[in-house]
């Protein structure tokens, strides 16, 4: 029985059944291949539009910050006038230089009233982040003011079209006047027993 067994299995069927498994080894090498392949494309295509993405959600905010500015800038002098200061003019993207030439901060607004300047920093929507941010502008504007700053009470305040409660509650307790936008206007939030922190 053995050897009938043994005689159906001549050398040449058996070179024939390697030769078939090893074509099967390779189409199946051919088709990891394949899909790796077109798995990487697949991935960079992700990639990709991920970048576009985050391009036109940088657009977007970039535009509503815009937006912001244009709100608040009109409007500011009237509302801290209202609260009884006394600016008159606001200047509007500021740059701080190092001696080097080089930007070291950069403040939205700035309302100047000969006692007092306040520092705005505008955000389509701010975070704790860039209220911490904006404690290191107003540093960097205070250790930079001129002679005749010198005795002038430098503070701060943060103002978004959407603006968190959180957000709002942390820029409280950090000395920060809060503006917000209210229609097609603004208006300055400020806490009972709110008191603004100087520089």
Known sequence: MADAQTEGLSFEKVWAMFQETDRKFQQTREEIRETD??????WEEIRELSKATDKK????GNRFGELAEHLVAP???EKFNGLGFSFEQVSQNIVIKDAGKKCIAEIDLLLEDGDTVIAVEIKAKPLD???DEHVK?????????????ALVKFQ???????????????AHK??????????????????????????
């Open 156 to 170: 701060g305040a943060v103002a978004g079209a959407i603006m968190s409660e959180s957000v709002r509650n942390y």
């Open 57 to 60: 959600i940088g657009d977007l």
């Open 137 to 149: 502008r107003i540093e960097i504007l205070r250790s930079r003011a001129s002679y005749r700053h």
């Open 37 to 42: 392949r077109k798995t990487k494309e697949i």
């Open 129 to 131: 982040t860039d209220v």
């Open 75 to 77: 409007n500011i002098i």
């Open 174 to 199: 950090t000395g920060f006047y809060v503006i917000e936008q209210t229609g097609d206007t603004v208006k300055i939030s400020i806490p009972e027993g709110f008191k603004a922190i100087e520089w």
